[in-house]
């Protein structure tokens, strides 16, 4: 069974860019959620989506936003980088009520 | 505000000794994983446990969640330089919400 997928492995952009992250789940796995993980602040959650909507957001400002597709998919879009958005940017799926399976993440840098 | 405090948050120990890492929170949880993070990999999952004042196994790590479902400890026998990771626990909310704690740094020197 392959695991949760996310693309790319490395993005670099400059202060002020858009950034799109992608994410496909598990396969039967209907929730994607998303985390940062900067350096020494652990894992912050994002968004939750489940069935293809938004079920939850965390503490990010507006310029965080996502959606997810009909397949289960899932792209994270990061308006108007700042240089605090570099961190690695973790996608999670699961089944509903059910443990978290992580993917290995996108690490974005913004220069 | 972090929901879960991880402590220790840095652990440096010989091969053959024997740790604990504990997850605390005011808060209770419906269930509370736990799971290892290697450098450059996500976070893999370890363990669930759903039943306050359960105890899980898995070779030498044993998990058990606290009596009122608030928190969880992670004790490791003989720790080995593969154990070496970032050891992270999650508490999951009756609406399906996770919450990561702060993490704790285990380095096992052979």
């Known amino acids: 069974e392959a695991g949760v997928t996310q693309s790319p492995t490395h993005l670099i952009k400059t202060r002020g860019q858009q950034a799109t992250l992608r994410c496909s789940p598990i396969s039967g796995h209907t929730s994607v959620y998303w985390y940062q993980q900067a350096l020494g602040l652990g894992l912050q959650f994002l968004l939750w989506y489940d069935e293809g909507e938004e079920r939850n957001r965390g503490n990010f400002p507006p310029r965080f936003s996502g959606r997810q597709f009909p397949n289960y998919s899932s792209e994270l879009n990061v308006n108007a980088l700042e240089l605090e958005d570099s961190a690695l940017y973790l996608c999670?799926?699961?089944?509903?009520?059910?443990?978290?399976?992580f993917g290995d993440g996108t690490r974005l840098s913004i220069l | 505000t972090q929901l879960l405090e991880q402590s220790p948050q840095f652990l440096s120990i010989q091969e053959g000794e024997n740790l604990t890492v504990y997850c605390n929170s005011s808060?209770?949880?419906?269930?509370l994983q736990w799971y290892r993070q290697e450098p450059g990999e996500g976070p893999v999952l370890l363990v669930t446990v759903v039943t306050g004042g359960e105890v899980k196994k898995l070779k030498r790590l044993t998990f058990q969640f606290g009596d009122a479902r608030k928190d969880s400890s992670l004790h490791i026998t003989a720790a080995q330089p593969g154990d070496t990771g970032l050891y992270l626990c999650?508490?999951?909310?009756?609406?399906?919400?996770?919450?990561f704690g702060t993490g704790t740094s285990l380095t096992v020197i052979p």
């Open positions: 999670a799926s699961s089944l509903m009520f059910r443990p978290q399976h």
């Open positions: 999650a508490g999951e909310t009756t609406g399906n919400q996770f919450y």
């Open positions: 808060s209770v949880f419906s269930s």
